[in-house]
């Protein structure tokens, strides 16, 4: 069970998305399929930023020191 584990670079993934996008607007493929392409990438950019403001309210600076607790035995402070 020889497996590598390869990762793919940022910049990897800026060449599949201005493909992903050449695919949208300037392929030969029928309206149907470029329309729903363009789609799925309308729709994950959306996911992600309405991800990132759901994440940006949830941390408030006034909760971040409230939030650390002490569960350990011995009680020992940990930072």
């Known amino acids: ?3 590598e584990l390869v990762l ?4 990897d993934i800026g060449f599949d998305v201005v493909r992903f996008l050449w695919v949208g607007f300037f392929s030969s493929l029928p309206l149907w399929a470029r329309c729903t392409a363009l789609a799925l990438f309308g729709a994950t950019l959306v996911y992600g930023f309405v991800s990132w403001l759901r994440n940006r309210s949830s941390a408030t600076p006034e909760a971040a020191p409230e939030a650390v607790e002490n569960d350990h035995e011995d ?5």
Request: hydrophobic share 50%; proline share 8%.
């Open 8 to 11: 793919a670079s940022k910049w």
């Open 1 to 3: 069970m020889g497996e």
């Open 75 to 79: 009680a020992a402070p940990v930072r």
